[in-house]
Nanobody, 116 residues
Framework: QVQLVESGGGLVQPGGSLRLSCAVS????????MGWYRQAPGKQRELVAI???????NYADSVKGRFTISRDNAKNTMYLQMNSLKPEDTAVYYC??????????WGQGTQVTVSS
């Protein structure tokens, strides 16, 4: 399994943008699917976006058209570009990496707060 470290969270006003990064310790090429999840206070963790090793992506309906997931294999890093942020996007965002044989790894999370 790999180790994951998220960064890039913070406080932003509604309508603003943030870019989250997930640094992978270990080979990113060993990962079949990577994703971003989020968990708001009092709510269950939910899927935000996923990307596979062929760069095929999928998004939650709530973020389609606003968020973009990508991965840079040369930098061993995955990103989540978040635009047009809304207060309901406030949550702790987690990076996830899945290897079909060895299982899943999680990062420690990074807080995103959207507020005026």
């Amino acid at each position: 399994q790999v180790q994951l470290v998220e960064s890039g969270g913070g406080l932003v006003q509604p309508g603003g943008s943030l870019r989250l990064s997930c640094a992978v310790s270990g080979s990113i090429f060993s990962i079949n699917v990577m994703g971003w999840y989020r968990q708001a206070p009092g709510k269950q963790r939910e899927l935000v976006a996923i990307i596979n090793n062929r760069d095929s992506t999928n998004y939650a309906d709530s973020v389609k058209g606003r968020f973009t997931i990508s991965r840079d294999n040369a930098k061993n890093t995955m990103y989540l570009q978040m635009n047009s942020l809304k207060p309901e996007d406030t949550a702790v965002y987690y990076c996830n990496a899945l290897n079909f044989l060895s299982g899943a790894s999680w990062g420690q999370g990074t807080q995103v707060t959207v507020s005026s």
